[in-house]
Structure formats: structure tokens, C-alpha cells
């Protein structure tokens, strides 16, 4: 399975950003897609998840700021990001989960003060 990330750039702190990751084969049997960030000299860490029930989970720090979504006929799902702040800044990975995990390649977002 291969994994194109796309949409970060930088931003101004309270702007938006919508994030995109098309898979190359359907998503529709998978375990999970999500996404994660690795921000400078941090461990990288999960940011949001929707399981293949339906249900989603968030960071603490991204609730009610960031949304994951899916377009399933398209095989691409999505990380739409609000009242984005300077501590958001990191390297965002997309993620599949199917009877291991893949990654995409990673695409920077900058959100400056």
C-alpha cells in the first residue's frame, strides 16, 4: 500500500489547513486510518484515528480543533485542522493500519505567531 500526503504549508496562528493522504488500494478493509505528527526534536505522536467501527479519537490537545474524515470511493481521507497555533507545527504523517502500519511521506505544517 503506498501513501501520498499532501496539503500542509504555512499558516498563520487561528488559520486552517486541510491535510489529504490517498491510498493506492481501498480502504475499506483496513484496521485504521489516522494521522500523526513529529514535531522537532519530539517523539511523534498520534493526533487523530477513525477505526474501521466508525469511531474516531484525539489527542487532547486537537479536540474540537481537528477533524479526520474519509472519502472512501476515492480512497483518500482527510485531517481538516482550525484555530491552528504555533504548537501545532510539526511534520504530519498519514497512517494505515492494515496487518501493519504504513506511512506516507510526510508533509510539513507551519503555523507561525
Known amino acids: 500500500v503506498q501513501l501520498q500526503a499532501s496539503g500542509g504549508g504555512l499558516v498563520q496562528a487561528g488559520g486552517s489547513l486541510r491535510l489529504s493522504c490517498a491510498a493506492s488500494r481501498s480502504t475499506s478493509s483496513i484496521d485504521s486510518i489516522g494521522w500523526y505528527r513529529q514535531a522537532l526534536g519530539k517523539n511523534r505522536e498520534l493526533v487523530a484515528a477513525?477505526?474501521?467501527?466508525?469511531?474516531?479519537k484525539y489527542v487532547d490537545s486537537v479536540k474540537g480543533r481537528f477533524f479526520i474524515s474519509t472519502d472512501a470511493a476515492k480512497k483518500t481521507w482527510y485531517l481538516q485542522m482550525n484555530s491552528l497555533k504555533p504548537e501545532d507545527t510539526a511534520v504530519y504523517y498519514c497512517?494505515?493500519?492494515?496487518?501493519?502500519?504504513?506511512w506516507g511521506q510526510g508533509t510539513q505544517v507551519t503555523v507561525s505567531s
Open positions: 477513525q477505526n474501521r467501527d466508525g469511531s474516531e
Open positions: 497512517n494505515l493500519n492494515y496487518v501493519r502500519d504504513y
